[in-house]
């Protein structure tokens, strides 16, 4: 069993950053994958962005270029920097390693 905590989320404004973190309560193996996704009111979970354990990463067309991802396996966290922010990017955050959940984070991009 492995929980993950998310922080970062909140209010901001159009153009604006945002970072968003999440911490694993125990060792993740390298091997394993870690992303991120999101679920905005009405619509279905999707994908944001992933990262390997060698650091490939793959990310949504409406992301790319805008949001970066990244982890530390020494500390077992991964991370999302999100610039560039556009009301379209409101949504609750979510990480994920394997069959493991985050409990979400609310970014909310609003004038």
């Known amino acids: 069993q492995v929980q993950l905590v998310e922080s970062g989320g909140g209010l901001v404004q159009p153009g604006g950053s945002l970072r968003l973190s999440c911490a694993a309560s125990r060792s993740v193996p390298i091997i394993v994958t870690m992303g991120w996704y999101r679920q905005a009111p009405g619509k279905q979970r999707e994908l944001v962005a992933t990262?390997?354990?060698?650091?490939?990463?793959n990310y949504a067309d409406s992301v790319k270029g805008r949001f970066t991802i990244s982890r530390d396996n020494a500390k077992n966290t991964v991370s999302l920097q999100m610039n560039s922010l556009k009301p379209e990017d409101t949504a609750v955050y979510y990480c994920?390693?394997?069959?493991?959940w985050g409990q979400g984070t609310q970014v909310t991009v609003s004038s």
């Open positions: 990262i390997t354990g060698s650091s490939s990463t």
């Open positions: 994920n390693i394997n069959t493991f």
